[in-house]
């Protein structure tokens, strides 16, 4: 279907793991590891070091790949040296750095500087368009990308859901650990005037105790809202195991439900986040939009 499409370039995301996602099936002409965080631990085993094992497995031998991990699992790092890849690094083989609204990247030839930030917000999606840089510059002889389409693109970045703000509801998907510590660092920059009431709907094998763990320096009231999709859960069961992090929650049916109450309990000032899954942001997007 894409070949008979004639595009000149295809961005294939893997959506679990990647030595056995299907996506993997295509022998891609650069690889992108973004992070590798503890999610799918069911599928992807129990580490990071097994997760990257697995993440590993769309590396090919003979095409450039990077990693944006500043903290890559040595699992990644054996899986390039048996293919004999030279694996970019973040802090390595490419850099940036940020000031005043600003970015600059360098890599081992090239460097752009004076960048537009990218117009999706938070320190890790600066270092997400950072291996982003890395691997257009080696593709650069396969499919040359001139610099003004980079300043051009980086700024009209979007992506719904991805801490999308619309007036004081803010929605973002994430739904493991690591996307609630960016969730915390962007509330953080935000600067709210007021109290952050969270709305959180998560599928049952994701980890909510530590999720609402890294909120808490943010987050002053906690409603959980049920899921009816195979692998959701009854608020009532979020809300038990968001108490065994120590915390007050209050729970709720569904979305709609849990944040008509947050909504009630918001005073002027207050920002109310949905969050935790992509169901949940979808059923909060529909009803602001409905």
């Given amino acids: ?24 099936l295509v022998d ?14 069911d599928w992807l085993g129990p580490d990071r070091e097994s997760i990257g094992y697995e993440k590993a497995g769309v590396l090919r031998a003979d095409r450039p790949a990077v990693c944006a991990d500043p903290q890559p699992p040595a699992s990644v790092i054996r899986r390039a040296a048996e293919l004999g890849i030279a ?11 940020a000031s005043a609204g600003r970015w600059n990247w360098r890599g081992g030839k090239q460097q752009w500087t004076d960048l537009p930030m990218p117009g999706l917000r938070g320190a890790a999606q600066l270092r997400n368009a950072a291996g982003v840089l890395a691997v257009i510059d080696a593709l650069q002889p396969l499919l040359p990308v001139p610099e003004a389409a980079i300043r051009a693109a980086l700024p009209a970045l979007s992506l719904p859901g991805r801490f999308q703000r619309i007036g004081d509801v803010i929605l973002d998907v994430g739904h493991n ?62 809300a038990a195991r968001v108490r065994t992090a120590g915390l007050d929650c209050a729970a709720f049916p569904d979305v709609v439900t849990a944040y008509t109450a947050a909504r009630n309990a918001a005073r002027a000032g207050d920002v109310i986040v949905v969050a935790g899954s992509f169901l949940t942001v979808a059923a909060m997007a529909e009803m602001l939009n409905g």
Avoid at 1 to 24: Q, T
């Fill in 1 to 24: 279907l894409f070949a008979a499409a004639g595009l000149d370039l295809a961005v294939l995301e893997v959506g679990l793991g990647g030595r056995l996602d299907a996506v993997n």
């Fill in 28 to 41: 891609a002409d650069a690889a992108l590891i973004t992070n590798i965080g503890l999610d799918h631990t």
């Fill in 87 to 97: 694996l970019q690094l973040v802090g390595q083989d490419y850099d940036f750095s």
């Fill in 177 to 238: 650990a690591e996307a609630a510590a960016v969730l915390a660092d962007n509330l953080r920059a935000e600067l709210v005037k007021g109290r952050v009431l969270l709305v959180m709907g998560m599928l049952a094998d994701k980890p909510a105790e530590a999720y609402a763990q890294a909120l808490v320096p943010c987050v002053h009231e906690f409603f959980a809202a049920g899921l009816s999709s195979a692998r959701g859960q009854f608020g009532e069961a979020l």
